[in-house]
């Protein structure tokens, strides 16, 4: 029995990998974890990532099981909720997304731009669930 719930493990981590890093490599977008950390309420981690996208970048449509703040670090871009108007950001400026909310990203500067993204999320659920 053990090494089915071993396999079954590693079917889960390696799905919530895939994900991140399909999106985290999508058309010209980086990600670079920076924190990941237990959050003192139970069930609950944090991550804190920079993600750095080239000229005209785009992050696709994709959800989190948590939380997330955006904070322009450089640029321009602009943000897509589901049901709400687009937004622009410029560097220093933020943005609250809410748990399980579908957004998309884009660099609609004339060079690179980055953003610092932290998430309080569900601890154990892939972070990133693409959306179409």
Known sequence: MQPIRIAAALLV??????????????????RTDLVHQDLSANGYETLQVRVDFDEK????????????????????????????????LQAGESLFIPAGVAHSARNVGGGKASELATYVVRKGEPLVQLVR
Do not use: C, M, W
């Open 13 to 30: 981590l390696s799905g919530a990998l895939v994900s991140h890093s399909a999106l985290a490599h999508s058309g010209g977008v980086q």
């Open 57 to 88: 970048a785009f992050a696709p449509n994709h959800a989190h099981p948590g939380e997330e703040i955006a904070h322009v670090l450089n640029g321009s871009l602009e943000y897509r909720l589901d049901g709400k108007p687009p937004v622009t």
